[in-house]
Every structure is written in C-alpha cells, then in structure tokens.
C-alpha cells in the first residue's frame, strides 16, 4: 500500500514477473482493498507465494471505536513512525515487520445524510502547538508515512457486517492529527494515489487539506496538488493570532493570504479558511472588518466553528447570537461565511480535541 502503479511494476519486474503483474497488483489495492497477497487470485500460485515471500499488503485495520449519538465515529488506527517504504521487503519472512514503533493515531468518519466525509490524520501529534488544540499539547511524536495515511481509508470498516449503516465516503478532509505541510511528501504521495487513475481515482475536488501556513511548503502544495486548501486563520490580527498559533510568527497570516491571491480559486478549486470563534476575543465585528480587508479579491469562504474547551486551557466560548452575527457581517460584506455544526464532541471527535497520549501512554 501507497506505492503506485509504476512501482507495483517495478516490484513485478524486479522478481521475475510479468510487468503488467504490477498493474493486477495496483487494482487488487486500490479497487478491491484486499488485506493478504494470497486474496489476489488472478495472481499465479508461485506469484503470490514469490510476493508473500517479501511483502505485506500494509493493511492495518482499527484497534477501537466510538460512536457519538450523532453518528460521528472515531477510530483508533495503529501507524508505523519510522520513515520506510510502505511495501518494504521483510526480513524474516514473519507476516507483520515488528522493526517499527507502533504508535497511534485518531480518524473521525462524519456521516451527513447521503454525505460522509473521513477526517485523517498525517502525524502522530502536532508541532504547531496551536493553544486551543489537544493534539498539540501531545507533542510530536512522529511522522506517518503514505501507507499510514492511507489506511485510515484503506482499512475504514465500511463493509463490515458490524456496520451495515455506514454510508460509502464522499469526502476526505486533512484535518486530524498532524500539520500537513509539516509532512508534505507522504500527504502529496496520499493525495496522489487518492486521485490518481490506477489508484483511487477520486476527483481532487473531493479531498480538503488544511494548514496552518508553512513557509515554502503551502507554495509547493499548491503548485503540486489541484485538492481543496483550507487555512486555519483564527484571528486576522498578527499579534492576537501570534497568541495562539505560534506558527504565526514564520508565516504570518497576512504572507499566507497573499500566496493564496497568486492562485486561481474561481473554478473547481477551493480556498476556505476555518476560524474557530473565542467568545469576546475573536468574534467581534471589528474582526469581521479585518478578515474583509485581509481576503478581499481572494475567491474563499470562512468556516466559523464553536470552540469545545480543552484541559488547562482558559479560552471562553463564543456565544451562538455573536457566532450568527460574525457570519452575517462577512456574507453582507462579500465574504461567504458558514456556521460550521459541531460533531462528535461527546467521545472527543470535534474539532481541536484529538489525542492519543493518554492511551499511547497506557499501551
């Protein structure tokens, strides 16, 4: 898993097989999700055996879940930190390479009506140490690979007879565990396999990937990849987003906007920017005055979102009258503006609240 077609027929080559085994190998990953070499049955006997013999298909399904009363379901997945080729031959012929740390990360599946959308993780905490958010107060504590991120889509149990009401994906949004630009590589190699023909084929239009802002990192995403780009602003004023996003300090929001206005977003493509709503610091219309200057001419949209209070961390909530009056100031102004629902926050699957530490800690 994550390696695409052309590696798969390397890999073929590479044992003595057929080159066009490489493309059976892409469809049976990617079209058909099978879990062990030996499901690929239009594979020869001696070919599976020649590939079982050096690899494993990746595929590591989750090791616990929690469903809200609103439907919203969180996933513990297992995830491998060392960095390694997701198809990396084994060394001692054992099923499973026991030669990485396991550690683990959270995935939330959000079904809407004939919608869902799959929230995932990139890294196994979060550097940015953003003050609202619980996954920076883990720490970092390592990168995932291509494989890893795919899994949590790979591995989802959306066929499973324990969950038959499960609605297929529509969507998938970067926003989980991690910082995407902080681990670009294996986000762009995901988002690859994600679009590309001889993997998932999914439209780019149907994948968001968010960002603090990463100096030279959100260029190069925006010029590698066509999929949605949501920034997370939080404040358009330096100092009071400095406060709360230390990333501010190397890319102010001011630099991030001006890179986006380089970028055409009046098509398919789009800009949003998420603005989780402090009550009495962030949500006045004196802000949505500065969001108006910072954007204007930049094709987006603001998602405000209520803020879910984390341990030792002293932020008010935004009151909902002032959250309605925020979002109809930017939309009579020009700027499109949503009250994002709040989802899964009583098994601690909305926003800001993902964490593994405590449960990495007891393993």
């Not at 990617?30 to 499901?39: A, G, L, S």
């Not at 990396?88 to 396991?102: C, I, L, M, V, W």
Request: charged share 20%.
């Amino acid at each position: 898993m994550g390696l695409n077609a052309s590696e798969l027929r390397q890999i073929a080559i590479d044992l003595g097989l057929p080159a066009y085994t490489g493309g059976q190998l892409a469809k049976w990953l990617y079209e058909k999700h099978v879990t062990e070499i030996d499901e690929m049955t239009n594979l020869s006997k001696a070919a599976r055996q020649l590939l079982s013999e050096r690899y494993t298909v990746g595929a590591m399904a989750p090791i616990a879940s929690q469903e809200s009363k609103d439907g919203t379901i969180k996933f513990l997945f297992p995830v491998r930190t060392t960095s390694h080729l997701s198809a990396q031959p084994k060394e001692d012929g054992n099923q499973h390479d026991t030669s990485f740390a396991y550690r683990f990360v959270e995935t939330v599946y959000i079904p809407d009506e004939d919608r869902a959308t799959l929230c995932v993780s990139c890294q196994v905490g979060c550097k940015m140490n953003c003050l609202f958010c619980q996954t920076g107060k883990q720490g970092f504590e390592g990168q995932l690979t291509a494989a890893d991120i795919l899994n949590q889509i790979y591995s989802l149990p959306l066929h499973s007879p324990l969950t038959p009401h499960l609605t297929p994906l529509t969507n998938i949004v970067f926003m989980g565990q991690g910082e995407p630009m902080d681990n670009l590589d294996a986000v762009l190699r995901a988002t690859e396999m994600l679009t590309s023909s001889e993997g998932y084929a999914w439209s780019p239009k149907r994948i968001t990937v968010s960002s603090v802002g990463v100096k030279n990192k959100l260029k190069r995403f925006l010029d590698e990849s066509q999929c949605h780009v949501a920034i997370s602003m939080h404040s358009p004023l330096h100092e009071q987003r400095l406060q709360l996003m230390p990333a501010e300090k190397a890319m102010p929001i001011s630099e991030t906007v001006a890179l986006l206005k380089e970028y055409d977003f009046t098509h398919q493509r789009r800009c949003s920017f998420e603005y989780i709503c402090f009550g009495g610091l962030n949500d006045s219309l004196q802000h949505g005055q500065e969001i108006v200057k910072l954007v204007q001419g930049l094709e987006c949209r603001v998602n405000l979102i209520r803020f879910h209070a984390i341990p030792d961390v002293d932020l008010p909530a935004s009151d909902p009258l002032r959250m309605e009056q925020l979002r109809d100031y930017l939309t009579s102004h020009g700027v499109f503006a949503t009250i994002r629902a709040s989802r899964g926050e009583d098994i601690l699957a909305a926003c800001g609240l993902l964490s593994t530490k405590e449960l990495q800690n007891r393993l």
